[in-house]
């Protein structure tokens, strides 16, 4: 590890609202300074200096959903590997989630996957334990021993649980040991076996359709229950427009509720399922037109890619709009990518058998600033929020190195930064990824903006950038 001063870069950081152009001081492992010609500072003495002029620096970003299928589903993916793809798309911290084989319930499993993150992992990553034992929703998992094991949230994402007794004693319970509740939102009962979205698209594809409400219902059975208890409830992946206005209502009112937007769920529509004309034209019914595929990329109708199936599915162009609305405004403050890797033979089959998930890690930054930045939604700080400042305060993850806070370039806290440049043209090729799986639907997708080296621990674990390299 070498002591780095990255000069001359935007220095974007929400957590001490700095957003100029500014040096940084990076000395064993730490940040040292960030401030104005820092190369006359007596610290910056043998530092190896690095031009970033035209770039932004930025805490390292920070991702609170991702499935990194170890242990019991290492085909897919692994904790090496998914860590990997976080340096590639510029995240320094992942929150894997405990819909592993066997399910990370009890305090054995929660060590088992902290040890093999210490020695394999080139990227900080935590641990959300289970809510309910074997993620069946029906007995609480040791919620005290496994805030002790080191979890910094719990959650039974990939389920959600339908009891509203056990779900309220799981709150009482996590509120004691301080931590928040993450709720992967879904009414059974309403879903029933729905493959992608109720509407227009699933009446013409003569596919089980998945209706909105299965979402809103759970979303607002959690704002009466964070209401109740006083716990913070934070709603996963959200999708539906209706869920949208239930947070920002009970938000307003000061209901510790959150919810979080995936790229997917803001980028696409349920007419990708179809892959129809419509979808890829200009005329302003879904977010991205046809600039941002190469035409020998756009699928012919109809395409039934399973690419194209997750949970919650893609919804209608209106669903859309209001979760950029909800970015927007404030009412949706989290950004994570639900990356959920899948072997290819596992995608390869009906629509209706595949399994739910796509791989987002390496493709949600440049989705962010495509789609969010450069089509002038979100200001380039607000997204930065978004991925540092905002999942450091909903979630306690720390540097276990100083036990200080993560997001954020303080002086003397832990130097996890991400360089990126925002205008940088690119088309993401989902056979270089670093991943185990490939089910990615934005193969071939042209993309502005893409971090370009990533520092965990003062140590460069990813970068294209000139005079920056890997190790140093």
């Not at 404030?330 to 995608?347: F, R, V």
């Not at 949600?364 to 991925?387: K, M, N, P, V």
């Amino acid at each position: 590890m070498s002591d780095l001063l990255l000069c001359g870069g935007r220095v974007i950081d929400p957590s001490r609202q700095i957003d100029a152009t500014l040096d940084v001081l990076i000395r064993d492992g730490r940040v040292t300074a960030v401030g104005a010609s820092l190369g006359l500072h007596p610290e910056a003495a043998g530092a190896r200096r690095v031009d970033v002029s035209g770039k932004v620096v930025t805490p390292g970003l920070i991702d609170l959903h991702v499935h990194l299928r170890e242990p019991g589903q290492t085909s897919k993916e692994n904790i090496a590997s998914g860590a990997m793809c976080g340096a590639r798309g510029g995240f320094t911290s992942l929150v894997c989630m405990p819909n592993t084989r066997p399910a990370i319930d009890d305090p054995a499993a929660v060590g088992l996957v902290r040890d093999l993150a210490r020695s394999q992992a080139c990227v900080r990553v935590f641990v959300a334990g289970a809510i309910t034992k074997d993620l069946e929703g029906a007995e609480l998992a040791p919620i005290g021993a496994l805030a002790k094991a080191g979890v910094v949230a719990i959650t039974d994402d990939g389920r959600c649980i339908q009891s509203n007794e056990v779900m309220r004693r799981a709150l009482e319970y996590a509120r004691m040991f301080g931590l928040t509740v993450m709720d992967h939102c879904q009414d059974y009962t309403l879903v029933t076996e729905g493959v992608m979205h109720e509407g227009f698209w699933s009446a013409v594809l003569g596919l089980r359709g998945w209706p909105a409400v299965g979402e809103d219902a759970i979303v607002a059975r959690n704002i009466l229950l964070a209401r109740l208890t006083g716990t913070p409830i934070h709603c996963q992946h959200i999708s539906s427009g209706r869920s949208v206005e239930l947070l920002r209502a009970a938000r307003a009112e000061g209901v510790p509720i959150s919810g979080e937007a995936c790229p997917h769920h803001f980028t696409l529509t349920d007419s990708a399922v179809a892959g129809s004309d419509k979808f890829w034209s200009a005329d302003g019914a879904s977010l991205f037109a046809a600039r941002l595929m190469p035409a020998d990329h756009r699928p012919r109708w109809p395409s039934y890619d399973t690419n194209f199936k997750m949970n919650p599915p893609l919804r209608s162009a209106e669903d859309r709009a209001a979760i950029v609305d909800g970015l927007k405004d404030g009412t949706l403050d989290i950004l994570a990518s639900d990356h959920a890797p899948h072997c290819n033979y596992e995608k390869d089959v009906e629509f209706d058998f595949a399994p739910f998930g796509i791989m987002g890690l390496e493709t949600e930054l440049g989705l962010a600033l495509t789609e969010l930045y450069h089509a002038g939604h979100l200001s380039l700080a607000r997204i930065i929020d978004l991925y540092t400042r905002r999942p450091a305060a909903l979630i306690p993850i720390v540097a276990e190195e100083n036990g200080r806070r993560l997001g954020t370039l303080e002086p003397g806290y832990a130097a996890d930064v991400t360089i990126l440049d925002p205008d940088l043209e690119w088309i993401y090729d989902v056979r270089k990824t670093a991943s185990r799986s490939v089910n990615s639907p934005f193969h071939g997708w042209k993309l502005k903006g893409k971090a370009v080296a990533t520092i965990c621990r003062g140590r460069v674990v990813w970068s294209e950038l000139a005079g920056l390299e890997v190790g140093g």
